[in-house]
């Protein structure tokens, strides 16, 4: 056994000098002769310093690479300043010969001097991808406009005019611009696009790559079924003009049922034999936290069990397999009504928030049972911010009359109402907004004020139907066709609201000077 003798000596401290640097990841080659076009391809020392700048505003602190500055239709690089301790030193070299007369690459050796000139308390750095560049025919009368406006060149912005169309939209290549192509490839002459198209703020939302290793995403899985007529793949989810729905699960997905957990699967198959259709939120409510989590992170069991519609009045909604709603009425029940909240957003309080709250665990799980009625509309209570209800899970005593009347059915399911005429469907809705949006402002409406706007509805019913039909329904609209849209129905149910409520303070203004 060898023992090292040497003994351990303490590294000599030196001082940290407190002089303060901001670094500038520049993603590119800068040498001592460039440096003054890095610094101009960063806006200047001027945006340098106000990115920099101590307390600096969002908008000030915001830093992009251009390279190519003054073109206006080349997109930057967006630079974020991030919070750093790093150290900066500073290496010196000196070069020295070994052996005189030697000179070869051996024979030099070098000192090395390190020495802490101070900290760095800020970065920028450039970790978004460049975004996709065209680049216009510059002269364009509307890309020397553009031109015009970023120079802020009055003048030249008062001498445009647009010129008139002249539908060349293509035009011959030049012998410069002539592309070697083999002659069996095109019968027809060669062209340039004349189509003037001009270039949006962004191409692309995406700006952080992302580490795939070019393999596909392994929580994903492509399950599609058969036709037994046609022999056609079909995927799980349908649209409401295919002629025929899902009967089982895919053979792949069959493959991956060994990797599940039965139980889990055998429950979610009762469940929609005793229900044939359920929201997401209805089902996941028939189970506790850890199942749903589970259900949710295995991405095999609910294909396994259903299939979905992607449009329609069950859009969203999960369906037993070999179930077709279109073709039985009582499936009305089943049809899914959705309007949101646009003036209060949903939050989710964090774990450390409710610890912080000094919530118990008696409040928790009182928490839990009453957040697995949120799919339940009461009229009288309310669990969440946004309405997406079953017209079955609907239980408030005027809607559900209104729900189980058979007078305003159709004879065949419709792609916008389903089961249901529109007026009776639009009246479902009016009341569920009002109801809905009035616990929103503290209150639960009252059936005289649901029955005033029921016939204040009817009498703009004309007017109502003719602004309908200039709507352009959208595949994936969840109430496709519906009369009005989801934003401007908001708005008008809130006016609504607030004028009853002055209507009311007036009436007790007055009773009270009576």
């Known amino acids: 056994m060898v023992t090292d003798t040497r003994t351990a000596t303490a590294a000599q401290e030196r001082p940290l000098p407190a002089t303060q640097f901001y670094s500038v990841e520049y993603p590119g080659y800068v040498q001592p002769s460039s440096i003054h076009l890095a610094l101009r391809n960063l806006g200047g020392p001027s945006s340098l310093e106000n990115a920099f700048k101590r307390g600096a505003a969002k908008n000030e602190g915001l830093l992009e690479l251009n390279f190519q500055p003054g073109n206006p239709f080349a997109h930057p690089i967006p630079g974020d300043i991030v919070n750093t301790s790093n150290i900066l030193f500073k290496v010196t070299k000196r070069r020295r010969r070994k052996a005189d007369g030697d000179k070869s690459p051996d024979a030099f050796a070098g000192d090395y001097t390190l020495e802490a000139m101070g900290i760095i308390l800020k970065s920028a750095r450039f970790r978004s991808m460049a975004d996709y560049q065209f680049q216009p025919d510059m002269s364009d009368p509307v890309a020397q406009l553009r031109v015009a406006m970023n120079r802020m060149d009055v003048d030249a912005v008062r001498r445009y005019t647009i010129s008139d169309e002249k539908e060349d939209y293509s035009l011959p290549l030049g012998e410069s611009n002539r592309v070697e192509i083999d002659p069996q490839l095109t019968d027809q002459t060669l062209c340039r696009s ?23 995403n392994p929580a994903s899985m492509v399950a599609t079924t058969a036709d037994e007529d046609t022999g056609q793949e079909r995927k799980p989810t349908i649209s409401f003009g295919d002629s025929n729905v899902p009967q089982n699960p895919s053979p792949g997905l069959l493959q991956a049922r060994s990797t599940i957990k039965q139980d889990l699967l055998d429950r979610v198959v009762n469940l929609l034999e005793q229900r044939p259709i359920w929201t997401r939120a209805a089902l996941y409510n028939q189970f506790n936290s850890a199942e749903v989590r589970e259900i949710h992170n295995s991405k ?193 149910l809130q006016a609504t609201l607030e004028r009853n409520a002055r209507n009311l303070q007036t009436t007790r203004r007055v009773g009270k000077h009576g």
């Not at 939302?205 to 290793?213: H, K, S, T």
């Not at 189980?404 to 109402?417: A, F, M, N, Q």
């Not at 503290?442 to 602004?467: D, F, H, M, N, P």
Request: charged share 30%; glycine share 6%.
């Open 194 to 216: 004349n189509l003037r198209l001009f270039p949006p703020p962004l191409f692309s939302r995406q700006g952080i790559p992302q580490n795939y290793n070019f393999k596909a």
């Open 300 to 492: 095999v069991i609910l294909p396994l069990a259903c299939y979905m519609f992607q449009d329609g009045p069950w859009r969203d909604t999960l369906v037993r397999f070999s179930y077709d709603p279109r073709k039985d009425p009582a499936a009305r029940f089943y049809q899914r009504v959705y309007f949101r909240n646009a003036n209060h957003p949903m939050s989710r309080t964090s774990v450390v928030t409710r610890r912080q709250e000094g919530r118990s665990m008696e409040q928790e799980e009182t928490a839990g049972i009453e957040q697995r009625k949120s799919h339940i509309f009461d009229g009288l209570t309310i669990t969440k911010e946004t309405a997406a209800f079953q017209l079955c899970d609907i239980v408030d005593p005027m809607l559900k009359e209104m729900i189980e009347r058979e007078e305003d059915l159709r004879e065949t399911c419709d792609e916008r109402d389903g089961w249901y005429s529109a007026h009776a469907l639009e009246r479902i809705k009016t009341v569920l907004r009002h109801k809905f949006f009035s616990l929103l402002q503290g209150y639960v409406a009252t059936k005289e004020e649901c029955e005033a706007l029921l016939e204040q509805s009817g009498q703009k019913k004309t007017q109502v139907t003719r602004i309908g039909k200039r709507l352009k329904y959208g595949k994936h609209n969840m109430a496709k066709g519906a009369l009005r849209p989801e934003d401007a129905a908001a708005a008008r």
